[in-house]
């Protein structure tokens, strides 16, 4: 990733590039533009930006398919969504997925950082966490065998020391997730303005904008991208302004709570992916 100063972003023009935070979570999506001074620094409010290095070439083959409903060990299906990582590794899990499995262990996908490929060893103790719908699972696992051949990953073997941490029915996440926030019953109101998403669930989400704070009842659109596996999918979602939130601790850009509307199937269906998918990154795992 390369580092960017508010120097860096265009005002009035669309941006040349997506916004990526100092993690590598995606902000903002290209092509969105940031309307004047203030919405560039809300960007930079709560941590660095960062555009993201050009991507390499996937010489990967496809994985073969599976059956979608194949369960395996701790009830995880196969395409499950995993974060793996060695255990001596204090840092940001990669990201892989669960492609197949035997009695014996499981078959994952080549793990990934960032767009690339990330480095294990057969004989490496690893750390993954999964989510089987119900419940995230942290486990344990050695690399048995290093495979590139029909295609990259990793054979491991059948997990140990297995911690399971119930997720609640109607989870929220913390995130940092820019967004375009319109006014579609006024008439008179300028450009979209830019908007930050944090404390999000499935029903609304705490707001910060540049522009002055909407009356509570007042009608509004968002409009973001969210990053779910591995793509980026842009939704508009219909919300309705709340109270600003209390002793927020931002004077310059308090914030306030808009509740979602109905959800048509696609936008719900995304949503739901990205707060699971936060919870699974957001997961402890014991080193």
């Avoid at 990733?1 to 860096?8: A, F, G, R, S």
């Avoid at 960007?43 to 599976?66: E, I, M, Q, T, Y």
């Avoid at 690339?116 to 942290?138: P, Y």
């Avoid at 992916?273 to 402890?284: G, K």
């Amino acid at each position: 990733m390369i580092p960017l100063t508010p120097n860096d972003l265009p005002v009035g023009q669309p941006l040349p590039w997506s916004l990526l935070d100092g993690q590598g979570n995606l902000l903002l999506g290209s092509g969105k533009v940031l309307a004047d001074g203030r919405d560039v620094a809300l960007v930079f409010r709560h941590g660095s930006v960062c555009r993201p290095d050009p991507l390499p070439v996937d010489d990967a083959a496809p994985v073969a398919a599976v059956p979608a409903q194949a369960s395996g060990p701790l009830g995880l299906q196969v395409g499950t969504l995993l974060q793996i990582k060695a255990s001596d590794d204090g840092g940001r899990a990669a990201a892989s997925r669960l492609v197949g499995f035997i009695d014996q262990g499981l078959f994952v996908s080549w793990p990934q950082f960032g767009g690339k490929d990330a480095t294990f060893q057969a004989g490496e103790e690893v750390l993954l966490r999964g989510f089987t719908g119900r419940s995230i699972h942290s486990f344990r696992c050695t690399v048995t065998a290093v495979c590139r051949s029909p295609f990259r990953y990793l054979v491991l073997s059948v997990p140990t020391e297995v911690e399971q941490v119930p997720v609640r029915s109607s989870p929220r996440v913390q995130t940092r997730l820019a967004a375009q926030l319109l006014h579609p019953d006024d008439d008179t109101a300028s450009a979209p303005r830019l908007a930050v998403l944090s404390d999000l669930s499935a029903g609304g989400a705490l707001v910060q904008t540049a522009a002055p704070l909407p009356a509570p009842g007042t009608r509004l659109q968002l409009r973001f991208v969210l990053r779910t596996v591995g793509t980026d999918s842009e939704i508009t979602v219909d919300a309705w302004a709340r109270n600003p939130a209390r002793d927020d601790g931002d004077a310059e850009f308090p914030a306030f709570g808009v509740a979602f509307d109905l959800l048509g199937e696609r936008e719900a269906a995304l949503l739901h992916c990205y707060i699971y998918e936060q919870l699974l990154a957001a997961a402890s795992m014991t080193v």
